[in-house]
């Protein structure tokens, strides 16, 4: 079935530093990658998203790049902060109109003072 | 911010007790979710709906069931509680764009 690998599980990085967090999707007909932080207490939150038909999007010190032929899509946090630390989530959309969202595993980012 | 609530955030219960957890949207979205969290991380979709009257059960096999007779409101109900029911279940909705998430309800099953 369709399903979406998210890596590293943990990623721990010093406060100024950058990170990086990598997902590859098995379905190519997938078309809408929607990125989501959560904090510890609260539900995820959309950060950033990324249609097929792009390949970076960028907001302030997040970027999200999409390589459609090898599957893959990438968050990238620059200059990051302590409060960049949470649990991360990429996500795909299945494309046949059922709008069900396949969940990477996620990433525990802790960004070190 | 997204207007999703979820009641209780948290409950504490015992085994054999039915349950019902809440999840209202205030968006109008017509398609609405019901993700279990695992302590590890993974988000596993257990029941999704794309609208009244219509509820679908998702990848993850659950023995809670759902309902849909008002588009804002979403509620999971356990008949009987168990201590594998323990978790934290989000719910979310969305119309065509990405899911909006509810802050979740930890269930603890003693």
């Given amino acids: ?113 | 911010e997204a207007d999703i609530y979820q009641t209780p955030r948290y409950l504490v219960i015992g085994t054999g007790k039915k349950i019902t957890l809440e999840c209202s949207q205030t968006m109008g979205h017509d398609k609405m979710y019901w993700y279990q969290q695992d302590p590890g991380m993974e988000l596993h979709l257990i029941h999704y709906s794309y609208g009244v009257n219509s509820t679908e059960k998702g990848d993850l096999s659950s023995e809670s069931t759902v309902s849909r007779i008002r588009t804002e409101h979403f509620p999971l109900t356990l008949e009987s509680a168990r201590p594998s029911h323990t978790s934290q279940y989000l719910c979310a909705s969305s119309s065509s764009g990405q899911p909006s998430f509810g802050n979740g309800t930890r269930l603890t099953v003693t």
């Fill in chain 1, 1 to 113: 079935g369709e399903n979406v690998e998210q890596h590293p599980s943990t990623l721990s990085v010093q406060e100024g530093d950058s990170a990086v967090i990598k997902c590859t999707y098995s379905d190519s007909a997938s078309n809408y990658f929607p990125w989501y932080k959560q904090e510890l207490g609260k539900g995820p939150q959309l950060i950033i998203d990324i249609r097929s038909n792009v390949g970076e999007k960028k907001d302030q010190r997040i970027a999200v790049t999409l390589n459609k032929t090898a599957k893959h899509f990438s968050l990238h946090i620059t200059e990051t902060q302590p409060e960049d630390s949470a649990v991360y989530f990429c996500a795909a959309r299945t494309p046949s109109g059922t709008y069900k969202y396949i969940f990477g595993t996620g990433t525990r980012l802790k960004v070190l003072a």
